[in-house]
């Protein structure tokens, strides 16, 4: 296990956080929960059938279950009380009190029920559901954070490079949701991803390099322009964040292409923080470098919703999911520092 994934279990350890997982009758997510509570990692909230999970859990000799809650969406209490306040939420949009009540019976729409009722801290789905089955009762329910209209996703990148990033560690974004973002949408992944650089990869000082194919003027045209602009946008939105761009990958990572294309620059060849200047070149770039460069990749880390709601793949395996639950509880603790 690398440092970094240490560091993010202690972290969630030290601060446990209450944590949905609304595929509970899922193999693998079950096991991974079994992992979580018995490393008291975070107290889990399971969704689903509580016979079914409690006989899944003895087939698998699963011995910990019994201190997660377990919650029936087809027989819960405050099932009415959550159809009340879904149907409250999405008025404007013509929700009805009867079709709350069938959507908080879903267990992806509980799950965002639960945590806006402030009764769990973050939820995480993905191992049967997609990518837009996750987000879309979460950008409902939960909503984005105060300031951010884009959610995007970011990537840690574990390398094998130490005078690289962070010891060898970049975090980089938007990977996973935006394909296009202009230059607003750009500034927020800029901030967005230096938050999950500080919650998650326990970056004390995240430095946000904005990449572009030009370094300071050396071409021109209008996707340069864009980063340009998202760069003055995110010093604007953070007066405090350490930002430049628009830099070359190399200048942003190597010290001596940094002093010799972006002299006097504070990030050019320190940088930690990657934003890609859409998500073609994002998705294309972090599996490059996990492929060639034999990286870890781990994420997609969603980011800029109020509260963490986690993707995950259908290809995820049991550490996937646990390691996601460590990940997501650092980001419900530093989502309630920043109330």
Do not use: W
């Not at 070359?248 to 010290?255: C, K, M, S, T, Y």
């Amino acid at each position: 296990m690398s440092k970094l994934i240490q560091g993010i279990i202690e972290r969630a350890k030290a601060n446990r956080q209450r944590i949905v997982l609304p595929e509970a009758t899922e193999e693998r997510t079950l096991k991974a929960a079994d992992h979580v509570l018995a490393d008291g990692i975070a107290d889990i909230v399971l969704i689903g059938d509580p016979a079914e999970i409690h006989a899944l859990a003895e087939k698998h000799n699963l011995k910990n279950i019994d201190k997660a809650t377990l919650i029936d969406p087809l027989n819960n209490p405050k099932s009415e009380e959550y159809a009340a306040l879904l149907a409250e939420l999405r008025k404007k949009k013509g929700m009805t009190i009867e079709e709350a009540r069938e959507l908080v019976k879903n267990p992806l729409y509980l799950g965002c029920m639960i945590i806006k009722t402030g009764e769990a801290d973050g939820q995480i789905s993905g191992a049967l559901s997609t990518t837009a089955e996750t987000l879309r009762p979460a950008l409902q329910i939960i909503k984005c954070t105060p300031g951010i209209t884009c959610v995007s996703g970011a990537m840690l990148l574990i390398t094998k490079q130490p005078q690289y990033g962070e010891d060898g560690v970049l975090v980089v974004g938007d990977v996973a949701v935006t394909p296009m973002p202009d230059a607003s949408q750009l500034a927020q992944i800029a901030v967005c991803t230096a938050q999950t650089a500080k919650a998650v990869g326990g970056f004390a000082d995240p430095r946000v390099a904005m990449l572009s194919f030009s370094t300071k003027g050396s071409a021109s045209h209008e996707v340069v322009d864009k980063v340009v602009e998202a760069t003055q946008l995110a010093k604007e939105m953070d007066p405090t964040l350490k930002v430049d761009g628009e830099l070359q990958a190399d200048a942003a990572l190597v010290p001596s292409v940094g002093n010799k294309k972006a002299p006097g620059s504070e990030i050019a060849g320190k940088a930690n923080v990657l934003v890609f200047p859409c998500l073609e070149v994002g998705n294309i770039a972090y599996k490059m470098v996990q492929r060639l460069g034999d990286a870890v990749a781990l994420g997609p880390i969603l980011q800029g919703i109020a509260r963490p709601v986690n993707d995950l793949s259908r290809g995820c395996s049991v550490d996937d999911i646990y390691y996601m639950v460590a990940i997501t509880a650092c980001q419900a603790q530093a989502a309630k520092a920043n109330k």
